[in-house]
Protein backbone atom coordinates (compact mmCIF):
# COMPACT_ATOMS: atom_id res chain seq x y z
CA UNK A 1 0.00 0.00 0.00
CA UNK A 2 1.26 3.18 -1.17
CA UNK A 3 1.26 6.39 1.15
CA UNK A 4 0.28 8.24 -1.65
CA UNK A 5 -2.16 8.05 -4.33
CA UNK A 6 -1.01 8.46 -7.83
CA UNK A 7 -2.28 11.40 -9.66
CA UNK A 8 -3.93 10.87 -13.07
CA UNK A 9 -1.62 12.08 -16.05
CA UNK A 10 -2.79 15.64 -17.45
CA UNK A 11 -5.56 14.65 -20.03
CA UNK A 12 -6.27 11.38 -19.28
CA UNK A 13 -8.67 11.30 -16.71
CA UNK A 14 -12.29 10.23 -17.33
CA UNK A 15 -14.71 13.32 -17.52
CA UNK A 16 -17.53 13.21 -14.93
CA UNK A 17 -20.82 13.02 -16.29
CA UNK A 18 -24.30 13.27 -14.64
CA UNK A 19 -24.26 9.45 -14.99
CA UNK A 20 -21.36 8.68 -13.19
CA UNK A 21 -22.63 11.19 -10.04
CA UNK A 22 -25.86 9.60 -9.96
CA UNK A 23 -23.58 6.24 -9.78
CA UNK A 24 -21.62 7.86 -7.34
CA UNK A 25 -25.07 9.01 -5.41
CA UNK A 26 -26.20 5.87 -5.53
CA UNK A 27 -22.99 4.15 -3.96
CA UNK A 28 -23.08 6.46 -1.40
CA UNK A 29 -26.71 6.29 -0.23
CA UNK A 30 -26.58 2.54 -0.18
CA UNK A 31 -23.44 3.00 2.11
CA UNK A 32 -24.99 5.12 4.42
CA UNK A 33 -28.36 3.21 4.96
CA UNK A 34 -26.38 -0.20 5.30
CA UNK A 35 -24.61 1.57 8.06
CA UNK A 36 -27.57 2.94 9.82
CA UNK A 37 -28.30 -0.56 9.47
CA UNK A 38 -25.61 -1.44 11.46
CA UNK A 39 -25.75 0.84 14.07
CA UNK A 40 -28.88 -1.07 14.91
CA UNK A 41 -27.22 -4.54 14.95
CA UNK A 42 -24.46 -3.43 17.07
CA UNK A 43 -26.47 -2.03 19.46
CA UNK A 44 -28.54 -5.33 19.62
CA UNK A 45 -25.25 -7.48 19.32
CA UNK A 46 -23.17 -4.96 21.56
CA UNK A 47 -20.65 -5.03 18.81
CA UNK A 48 -18.83 -1.77 18.52
CA UNK A 49 -20.63 -0.31 15.61
CA UNK A 50 -16.97 1.40 14.51
CA UNK A 51 -16.05 -2.33 13.48
CA UNK A 52 -18.65 -2.93 11.86
CA UNK A 53 -18.32 0.55 9.86
CA UNK A 54 -14.77 -0.70 9.40
CA UNK A 55 -15.97 -4.07 8.04
CA UNK A 56 -17.73 -2.17 5.77
CA UNK A 57 -14.74 -0.29 4.26
CA UNK A 58 -13.09 -3.60 4.04
CA UNK A 59 -16.12 -5.29 2.08
CA UNK A 60 -16.26 -2.94 -1.00
CA UNK A 61 -11.98 -2.23 -0.86
CA UNK A 62 -9.47 -3.46 -3.21
CA UNK A 63 -9.44 -7.13 -1.07
CA UNK A 64 -13.30 -7.56 -0.85
CA UNK A 65 -16.60 -8.00 -3.17
CA UNK A 66 -16.36 -4.28 -4.34
CA UNK A 67 -12.81 -3.95 -5.85
CA UNK A 68 -12.42 -0.51 -5.05
CA UNK A 69 -8.73 0.74 -5.20
CA UNK A 70 -8.05 3.56 -2.86
CA UNK A 71 -4.56 4.11 -1.46
CA UNK A 72 -4.60 8.04 -0.29
CA UNK A 73 -3.21 8.54 2.85
CA UNK A 74 -3.34 12.22 2.37
CA UNK A 75 -6.79 12.33 1.32
CA UNK A 76 -7.47 10.12 4.31
CA UNK A 77 -6.13 12.37 6.68
CA UNK A 78 -7.81 15.59 5.12
CA UNK A 79 -10.96 13.56 5.55
CA UNK A 80 -9.92 12.23 9.03
CA UNK A 81 -9.47 15.69 10.75
CA UNK A 82 -12.63 16.88 9.21
CA UNK A 83 -14.60 14.10 11.07
CA UNK A 84 -12.64 14.64 13.85
CA UNK A 85 -14.18 18.34 14.31
CA UNK A 86 -17.22 17.41 14.09
CA UNK A 87 -16.90 14.23 16.49
CA UNK A 88 -15.54 16.95 18.71
CA UNK A 89 -18.30 19.40 18.42
CA UNK A 90 -20.66 16.88 19.08
CA UNK A 91 -19.27 15.15 22.22
CA UNK A 92 -18.38 18.66 23.27
CA UNK A 93 -22.30 19.54 22.85
CA UNK A 94 -23.30 16.48 25.01
CA UNK A 95 -20.61 17.57 28.18
CA UNK A 96 -22.77 18.91 31.17
CA UNK A 97 -20.63 21.55 33.06
CA UNK A 98 -21.92 20.36 36.06
CA UNK A 99 -20.30 17.26 35.47
CA UNK A 100 -16.59 18.31 34.28
CA UNK A 101 -16.26 21.25 36.46
CA UNK A 102 -15.63 19.37 39.95
CA UNK A 103 -13.28 16.36 37.87
CA UNK A 104 -11.35 19.14 35.67
CA UNK A 105 -8.41 18.99 37.19
CA UNK A 106 -8.11 14.96 37.09
CA UNK A 107 -9.13 14.83 33.46
CA UNK A 108 -6.78 17.54 32.47
CA UNK A 109 -3.69 15.56 34.19
CA UNK A 110 -4.86 12.39 32.36
CA UNK A 111 -4.91 14.38 28.96
CA UNK A 112 -1.17 15.74 29.80
CA UNK A 113 1.12 13.57 32.10
CA UNK A 114 -1.28 10.56 31.65
CA UNK A 115 -0.32 10.91 27.70
CA UNK A 116 3.54 11.13 28.78
CA UNK A 117 3.87 7.83 30.74
CA UNK A 118 1.59 5.66 28.09
CA UNK A 119 3.81 7.07 25.42
CA UNK A 120 6.76 6.24 27.11
CA UNK A 121 5.76 2.69 28.78
CA UNK A 122 3.95 1.77 24.50
CA UNK A 123 6.81 3.24 23.02
CA UNK A 124 9.75 1.02 24.90
CA UNK A 125 7.92 -1.83 24.84
CA UNK A 126 7.47 -1.42 20.99
CA UNK A 127 11.75 -1.03 20.66
CA UNK A 128 12.49 -3.79 23.02
CA UNK A 129 9.60 -6.25 22.34
CA UNK A 130 9.01 -5.87 18.66
CA UNK A 131 12.40 -4.21 17.18
CA UNK A 132 11.23 -0.94 15.87
CA UNK A 133 13.51 1.34 15.57
CA UNK A 134 12.76 4.34 18.61
CA UNK A 135 11.34 6.88 15.87
CA UNK A 136 8.65 4.48 14.73
CA UNK A 137 8.35 3.16 18.62
CA UNK A 138 7.69 6.74 19.79
CA UNK A 139 4.84 7.64 16.82
CA UNK A 140 3.24 4.43 17.43
CA UNK A 141 3.45 5.15 21.49
CA UNK A 142 2.15 8.80 20.45
CA UNK A 143 -0.75 7.17 18.67
CA UNK A 144 -2.20 4.93 20.37
CA UNK A 145 -2.21 7.06 23.85
CA UNK A 146 -5.10 8.99 22.36
CA UNK A 147 -8.30 7.70 23.78
CA UNK A 148 -10.86 8.05 20.97
CA UNK A 149 -13.20 10.75 21.34
CA UNK A 150 -16.27 9.01 19.23
CA UNK A 151 -16.02 5.60 21.12
CA UNK A 152 -16.10 7.13 24.84
CA UNK A 153 -19.05 9.46 23.75
CA UNK A 154 -21.07 6.35 21.80
CA UNK A 155 -19.93 3.88 24.37
CA UNK A 156 -20.62 5.84 28.01
CA UNK A 157 -23.69 7.38 27.25
CA UNK A 158 -25.10 4.48 27.09
CA UNK A 159 -23.37 2.99 30.41
CA UNK A 160 -24.82 4.23 33.48
CA UNK A 161 -21.85 5.41 35.54
CA UNK A 162 -21.41 7.77 38.13
CA UNK A 163 -21.05 11.59 37.12
CA UNK A 164 -17.49 11.43 38.39
CA UNK A 165 -16.27 9.16 36.04
CA UNK A 166 -18.23 9.90 32.91
CA UNK A 167 -17.06 12.92 33.43
CA UNK A 168 -13.98 12.18 33.67
CA UNK A 169 -13.21 9.85 30.57
CA UNK A 170 -15.14 12.64 28.78
CA UNK A 171 -12.95 15.41 29.42
CA UNK A 172 -10.00 13.38 28.63
CA UNK A 173 -11.11 11.94 25.35
CA UNK A 174 -11.72 15.42 24.27
CA UNK A 175 -8.32 17.01 25.56
CA UNK A 176 -5.79 13.99 25.11
CA UNK A 177 -6.47 14.65 21.18
CA UNK A 178 -4.47 18.07 21.07
CA UNK A 179 -1.26 16.84 22.95
CA UNK A 180 -1.14 13.92 21.11
CA UNK A 181 -1.45 15.13 17.29
CA UNK A 182 1.38 17.53 17.63
CA UNK A 183 3.39 14.51 19.37
CA UNK A 184 2.63 12.68 16.22
CA UNK A 185 3.51 15.60 13.78
CA UNK A 186 7.05 16.07 15.54
CA UNK A 187 8.30 12.49 15.71
CA UNK A 188 6.99 11.89 12.31
CA UNK A 189 9.23 15.05 10.94
CA UNK A 190 12.40 14.30 9.20
CA UNK A 191 15.75 15.36 11.02
CA UNK A 192 16.02 15.02 15.14
CA UNK A 193 13.55 14.71 17.40
CA UNK A 194 14.10 18.57 19.38
CA UNK A 195 14.61 18.23 23.08
CA UNK A 196 11.71 17.05 25.31
CA UNK A 197 11.70 20.66 27.06
CA UNK A 198 11.33 22.20 23.83
CA UNK A 199 8.35 20.02 22.90
CA UNK A 200 6.64 20.38 25.82
CA UNK A 201 6.75 24.17 25.42
CA UNK A 202 5.79 23.84 22.16
CA UNK A 203 2.77 21.44 23.44
CA UNK A 204 2.26 23.90 26.69
CA UNK A 205 1.78 27.07 24.09
CA UNK A 206 -0.27 25.56 21.41
CA UNK A 207 -2.68 24.20 23.97
CA UNK A 208 -2.99 27.58 25.91
CA UNK A 209 -3.84 29.31 22.17
CA UNK A 210 -6.54 26.69 21.50
CA UNK A 211 -7.85 26.54 25.01
CA UNK A 212 -8.35 31.10 24.89
CA UNK A 213 -9.69 31.23 21.25
CA UNK A 214 -11.84 28.32 21.65
CA UNK A 215 -13.22 29.81 25.02
CA UNK A 216 -13.69 33.65 23.19
CA UNK A 217 -15.55 31.86 20.35
CA UNK A 218 -17.79 29.81 22.02
CA UNK A 219 -18.94 32.59 24.79
CA UNK A 220 -18.97 35.24 21.85
CA UNK A 221 -21.28 32.64 19.93
CA UNK A 222 -23.31 31.60 22.75
CA UNK A 223 -23.83 35.27 23.82
CA UNK A 224 -24.52 36.43 20.37
CA UNK A 225 -27.17 33.27 19.83
CA UNK A 226 -29.27 33.89 23.28
CA UNK A 227 -29.79 37.95 22.03
CA UNK A 228 -30.19 37.45 18.48
CA UNK A 229 -33.54 35.65 17.35
CA UNK A 230 -33.15 33.83 13.97
CA UNK A 231 -35.93 33.75 11.61
CA UNK A 232 -36.13 30.26 11.41
CA UNK A 233 -35.80 27.02 14.44
CA UNK A 234 -33.66 25.24 11.52
CA UNK A 235 -31.10 28.17 11.47
CA UNK A 236 -29.69 27.61 14.95
CA UNK A 237 -28.36 23.83 14.54
CA UNK A 238 -26.43 25.36 11.66
CA UNK A 239 -25.30 28.51 13.34
CA UNK A 240 -24.04 26.28 16.63
CA UNK A 241 -22.10 24.31 14.06
CA UNK A 242 -20.51 27.19 12.24
CA UNK A 243 -19.35 28.59 15.31
CA UNK A 244 -17.96 24.97 16.85
CA UNK A 245 -16.23 24.84 13.34
CA UNK A 246 -14.80 28.73 13.29
CA UNK A 247 -12.92 27.73 16.46
CA UNK A 248 -11.07 25.25 15.14
CA UNK A 249 -10.05 27.48 11.61
CA UNK A 250 -9.15 29.83 14.37
CA UNK A 251 -7.09 28.06 16.45
CA UNK A 252 -5.66 26.26 13.89
CA UNK A 253 -4.88 29.31 11.99
CA UNK A 254 -3.23 30.77 15.10
CA UNK A 255 -0.73 27.84 15.40
CA UNK A 256 -2.93 26.70 18.48
CA UNK A 257 -4.48 23.55 18.95
CA UNK A 258 -7.79 23.55 16.82
CA UNK A 259 -8.77 19.83 18.63
CA UNK A 260 -9.01 22.04 22.03
CA UNK A 261 -10.21 25.03 20.18
CA UNK A 262 -13.54 23.34 19.22
CA UNK A 263 -14.13 21.19 21.91
CA UNK A 264 -14.13 24.12 24.39
CA UNK A 265 -16.22 26.05 22.61
CA UNK A 266 -18.37 23.59 22.13
CA UNK A 267 -18.91 22.73 25.53
CA UNK A 268 -19.66 26.60 26.42
CA UNK A 269 -22.14 26.69 23.38
CA UNK A 270 -23.99 23.16 25.34
CA UNK A 271 -24.18 24.58 28.43
CA UNK A 272 -25.91 28.29 27.15
CA UNK A 273 -29.13 27.45 27.53
CA UNK A 274 -29.44 28.25 23.56
CA UNK A 275 -32.85 28.18 21.97
CA UNK A 276 -34.30 25.13 20.00
CA UNK A 277 -31.70 23.15 22.18
CA UNK A 278 -33.24 19.33 21.88
CA UNK A 279 -33.16 19.76 18.02
CA UNK A 280 -29.31 21.89 17.98
CA UNK A 281 -28.77 18.31 19.71
CA UNK A 282 -30.29 16.22 17.41
CA UNK A 283 -28.67 17.39 14.42
CA UNK A 284 -25.14 17.62 15.86
CA UNK A 285 -25.45 13.70 16.57
CA UNK A 286 -26.71 13.32 13.36
CA UNK A 287 -23.57 15.27 11.69
CA UNK A 288 -21.48 12.76 14.07
CA UNK A 289 -23.13 10.35 13.01
CA UNK A 290 -22.28 10.67 9.29
CA UNK A 291 -18.57 12.07 10.11
CA UNK A 292 -17.75 8.66 11.84
CA UNK A 293 -19.60 6.45 9.39
CA UNK A 294 -17.54 8.12 6.72
CA UNK A 295 -14.59 7.86 8.29
CA UNK A 296 -14.51 4.31 9.56
CA UNK A 297 -15.64 3.02 5.91
CA UNK A 298 -12.81 5.36 4.40
CA UNK A 299 -10.48 3.92 6.88
CA UNK A 300 -11.47 0.59 6.03
CA UNK A 301 -10.86 1.40 2.46
CA UNK A 302 -7.91 2.61 3.26
CA UNK A 303 -6.10 -0.56 4.71
CA UNK A 304 -4.84 -3.56 2.47
CA UNK A 305 -6.23 -6.79 4.21
CA UNK A 306 -3.54 -9.10 2.91
CA UNK A 307 -0.59 -7.34 3.79
CA UNK A 308 -1.80 -7.85 8.12
CA UNK A 309 -0.70 -10.85 8.62
CA UNK A 310 2.39 -10.42 9.58
CA UNK A 311 1.35 -7.48 12.14
CA UNK A 312 -0.97 -9.40 14.49
CA UNK A 313 1.99 -10.70 17.14
CA UNK A 314 3.05 -7.11 17.05
CA UNK A 315 0.07 -5.36 17.53
CA UNK A 316 -1.01 -7.70 20.03
CA UNK A 317 2.08 -7.29 21.62
CA UNK A 318 1.99 -3.50 21.77
CA UNK A 319 -1.87 -3.97 22.51
CA UNK A 320 -1.16 -5.59 25.28
CA UNK A 321 1.16 -4.19 27.23
CA UNK A 322 -0.86 -0.88 26.41
CA UNK A 323 -4.32 -1.96 28.05
CA UNK A 324 -2.57 -4.00 30.87
CA UNK A 325 0.37 -2.03 31.94
CA UNK A 326 0.84 1.69 30.12
CA UNK A 327 -3.21 3.19 30.47
CA UNK A 328 -3.84 1.33 34.35
CA UNK A 329 -0.38 2.81 35.18
CA UNK A 330 -0.66 6.51 33.32
CA UNK A 331 -4.19 6.61 35.33
CA UNK A 332 -2.80 5.44 38.89
CA UNK A 333 -0.22 7.82 38.82
CA UNK A 334 -2.79 10.75 37.52
CA UNK A 335 -5.53 10.43 40.11
CA UNK A 336 -3.70 9.26 43.10
CA UNK A 337 -2.95 13.05 44.36
CA UNK A 338 -7.74 12.84 43.66
CA UNK A 339 -8.17 10.17 45.93
CA UNK A 340 -10.31 8.40 43.23
CA UNK A 341 -11.66 5.31 44.40
CA UNK A 342 -9.85 1.80 43.53
CA UNK A 343 -13.01 1.00 42.17
CA UNK A 344 -13.28 3.88 39.79
CA UNK A 345 -9.07 3.90 38.77
CA UNK A 346 -9.80 0.47 37.42
CA UNK A 347 -12.88 0.92 35.30
CA UNK A 348 -11.20 3.99 34.13
CA UNK A 349 -8.30 1.96 33.16
CA UNK A 350 -10.16 0.03 31.07
CA UNK A 351 -12.54 2.54 29.60
CA UNK A 352 -9.56 3.96 27.62
CA UNK A 353 -10.74 3.12 24.08
CA UNK A 354 -9.50 3.14 20.83
CA UNK A 355 -11.26 4.19 18.07
CA UNK A 356 -10.95 5.77 14.73
CA UNK A 357 -8.56 8.75 15.83
CA UNK A 358 -5.70 6.37 16.38
CA UNK A 359 -5.97 5.31 12.74
CA UNK A 360 -6.47 8.56 11.36
CA UNK A 361 -2.88 9.96 13.22
CA UNK A 362 -1.30 6.94 11.57
CA UNK A 363 -1.66 8.15 8.38
CA UNK A 364 0.91 10.99 9.30
CA UNK A 365 4.13 9.38 9.53
CA UNK A 366 2.63 8.15 5.97
CA UNK A 367 2.21 11.20 4.32
CA UNK A 368 5.33 12.44 5.88
CA UNK A 369 6.97 10.00 4.10
CA UNK A 370 8.27 7.82 7.60
CA UNK A 371 10.19 4.71 7.24
CA UNK A 372 7.90 1.76 7.91
CA UNK A 373 5.15 3.66 8.12
CA UNK A 374 2.55 1.16 6.30
CA UNK A 375 4.00 -1.14 8.96
CA UNK A 376 2.93 0.93 11.87
CA UNK A 377 -0.34 1.67 10.19
CA UNK A 378 -1.35 -2.01 9.69
CA UNK A 379 -0.06 -2.56 13.79
CA UNK A 380 -2.37 0.16 14.94
CA UNK A 381 -5.28 -1.05 12.65
CA UNK A 382 -5.28 -3.98 13.81
CA UNK A 383 -4.68 -3.15 17.74
CA UNK A 384 -7.53 -1.25 17.41
CA UNK A 385 -9.93 -3.62 16.21
CA UNK A 386 -9.18 -6.18 18.41
CA UNK A 387 -9.00 -3.98 21.94
CA UNK A 388 -12.10 -2.33 21.02
CA UNK A 389 -13.91 -5.51 20.27
CA UNK A 390 -12.88 -7.10 23.65
CA UNK A 391 -12.75 -3.37 25.93
CA UNK A 392 -16.00 -2.17 24.29
CA UNK A 393 -18.92 -5.12 24.87
CA UNK A 394 -17.45 -5.61 28.15
CA UNK A 395 -17.33 -2.33 29.84
CA UNK A 396 -21.06 -2.56 31.49
CA UNK A 397 -19.88 -6.26 32.48
CA UNK A 398 -17.09 -4.68 34.52
CA UNK A 399 -18.80 -1.22 35.85
CA UNK A 400 -21.53 -3.67 37.24
CA UNK A 401 -18.71 -5.80 39.05
CA UNK A 402 -17.10 -2.79 40.16
CA UNK A 403 -20.62 -1.51 41.11
CA UNK A 404 -20.17 1.41 39.67
CA UNK A 405 -23.94 1.57 38.19
CA UNK A 406 -25.91 5.08 38.53
CA UNK A 407 -29.65 4.59 38.85
CA UNK A 408 -30.73 8.01 39.33
CA UNK A 409 -33.72 9.62 37.44
CA UNK A 410 -33.99 10.20 33.94
CA UNK A 411 -32.80 13.91 33.27
CA UNK A 412 -35.30 16.16 31.92
CA UNK A 413 -35.22 17.54 28.55
CA UNK A 414 -36.09 20.80 27.79
CA UNK A 415 -36.34 23.06 24.65
CA UNK A 416 -36.46 26.74 24.57
CA UNK A 417 -37.74 28.78 22.08
CA UNK A 418 -37.69 32.97 22.17
CA UNK A 419 -40.46 35.17 22.25
CA UNK A 420 -39.03 38.53 21.55
CA UNK A 421 -41.55 40.65 21.93
CA UNK A 422 -42.73 39.63 25.14
CA UNK A 423 -39.09 39.38 26.33
CA UNK A 424 -39.71 35.84 27.69
CA UNK A 425 -39.53 32.08 26.76
CA UNK A 426 -41.51 29.12 25.85
CA UNK A 427 -39.85 26.30 27.26
CA UNK A 428 -41.19 22.87 25.72
CA UNK A 429 -40.88 20.35 28.63
CA UNK A 430 -41.28 16.32 28.39
CA UNK A 431 -41.88 14.14 31.46
CA UNK A 432 -39.54 10.73 31.10
CA UNK A 433 -40.27 7.56 32.20
CA UNK A 434 -37.64 7.71 35.05
CA UNK A 435 -38.72 11.20 36.38
CA UNK A 436 -40.17 12.06 39.84
CA UNK A 437 -42.35 14.56 38.62
CA UNK A 438 -44.99 11.47 37.79
CA UNK A 439 -47.61 12.28 40.47
CA UNK A 440 -46.97 15.77 41.10
CA UNK A 441 -49.43 18.54 40.82
CA UNK A 442 -49.14 21.84 38.90
CA UNK A 443 -49.07 23.94 42.09
CA UNK A 444 -46.28 21.75 43.49
CA UNK A 445 -44.11 22.58 41.21
CA UNK A 446 -43.50 25.67 42.65
CA UNK A 447 -42.90 27.99 40.03
CA UNK A 448 -40.95 31.39 40.12
CA UNK A 449 -43.10 33.95 39.63
CA UNK A 450 -43.04 35.50 36.49
CA UNK A 451 -43.90 31.71 35.39
CA UNK A 452 -46.57 29.55 34.97
CA UNK A 453 -47.25 25.80 33.03
CA UNK A 454 -50.14 27.00 30.66
CA UNK A 455 -50.65 23.46 28.75
CA UNK A 456 -50.58 20.44 28.88
CA UNK A 457 -50.11 17.14 26.28
CA UNK A 458 -51.28 13.87 27.42
CA UNK A 459 -52.37 11.03 24.79
CA UNK A 460 -52.50 13.68 21.91
CA UNK A 461 -54.90 15.79 23.99
CA UNK A 462 -54.48 18.94 25.29
CA UNK A 463 -55.84 20.82 28.43
CA UNK A 464 -55.04 24.19 30.64
CA UNK A 465 -53.73 22.51 33.70
CA UNK A 466 -55.35 23.47 36.76
CA UNK A 467 -53.06 23.76 40.28
CA UNK A 468 -54.34 20.54 41.25
CA UNK A 469 -54.01 18.67 38.16
CA UNK A 470 -51.35 15.51 38.26
CA UNK A 471 -48.49 15.05 35.96
CA UNK A 472 -47.72 12.15 35.00
CA UNK A 473 -44.93 9.94 32.54
CA UNK A 474 -45.06 11.07 29.14
CA UNK A 475 -46.48 14.32 29.45
CA UNK A 476 -45.34 17.51 27.36
CA UNK A 477 -45.82 20.76 29.36
CA UNK A 478 -45.54 24.14 27.96
CA UNK A 479 -44.19 26.80 30.30
CA UNK A 480 -44.55 30.55 29.20
CA UNK A 481 -41.27 32.13 31.56
CA UNK A 482 -40.38 35.52 31.65
CA UNK A 483 -36.55 36.38 30.62
CA UNK A 484 -35.36 37.65 33.92
CA UNK A 485 -36.74 34.02 35.57
CA UNK A 486 -35.99 31.47 32.56
CA UNK A 487 -33.32 30.50 34.00
CA UNK A 488 -34.65 29.65 37.51
CA UNK A 489 -37.96 28.08 35.96
CA UNK A 490 -35.44 25.26 34.40
CA UNK A 491 -33.92 25.01 37.32
CA UNK A 492 -37.06 24.25 39.36
CA UNK A 493 -38.24 21.86 36.79
CA UNK A 494 -34.84 19.78 36.91
CA UNK A 495 -34.97 19.92 40.43
CA UNK A 496 -38.40 18.25 40.92
CA UNK A 497 -37.72 15.82 37.74
CA UNK A 498 -34.93 14.29 39.84
CA UNK A 499 -36.19 15.28 43.53
CA UNK A 500 -40.09 15.10 43.43
CA UNK A 501 -42.10 17.48 45.12
CA UNK A 502 -40.22 17.86 48.32
CA UNK A 503 -36.86 18.79 45.91
CA UNK A 504 -36.14 22.22 47.60
CA UNK A 505 -36.51 21.22 51.11
CA UNK A 506 -34.30 18.02 50.68
CA UNK A 507 -31.70 19.71 49.07
CA UNK A 508 -31.91 18.81 45.53
CA UNK A 509 -31.69 21.66 42.82
CA UNK A 510 -31.26 19.63 39.32
CA UNK A 511 -27.56 19.94 39.03
CA UNK A 512 -26.08 16.60 38.27
CA UNK A 513 -22.51 17.27 40.49
CA UNK A 514 -19.98 14.52 40.15
CA UNK A 515 -19.87 12.18 43.27
Known sequence: MSSRAGAPESGKGTPLTVHHLNQ????????????????????????????????????????????????NAELTQVIGYAALVVILAEGGLGTKWTEIRPVLP?????????????????ATAAHLLIGLEWRQAL????????????????????????????????????????PVVILVVAFSTAGPVE????????????????????????????????????PASGLYPIAVMAIAVTAYAAGAL????????????????????LPHWPATRGFAEGLGWLAQIGMFVLLGLLVTPHELGDDIVPALVVG????????????????????????????????????????????????RGVEASERIFN?????????????????????????????????????????????GHL?????????????????????????????????????VPLPQTMLRRGDELLVVATDPVRDATERRLRAVARGGKLAGWLGTDGSQAGR
Not at 106 to 122: E, F, H, K, Q
Not at 204 to 218: D, H
Open 320 to 367: LVLTMVARPLSVILCLVPFRVPWQEQTLMSWAGLRGAVPIVLATIPMV
Open 139 to 178: IIGAVVSSTDAAAVFSVLRKVPLPSRVRGTLEAESGFNDA
Open 427 to 463: LSVTVPAGSRMHGVEVGELRLPTGSAVTLVVRDDTSF
Open 24 to 71: LLLVCAIVLLVAVAAVRISSRSGLPSLLVYLGIGIAIGQDGIGDVQFD
Open 106 to 122: AASALALAGVAVSVGVT
Open 195 to 230: HWYVLIGEIVLELAIGAAIGLAVGWLGAWGLRHVAL
Open 379 to 423: IVFLLVVVYTLVQGPTLPWLARVLRLGDSGAADLGVESAPLERLR
Open 254 to 273: AHGSGFLAVYLASMLLGNAK
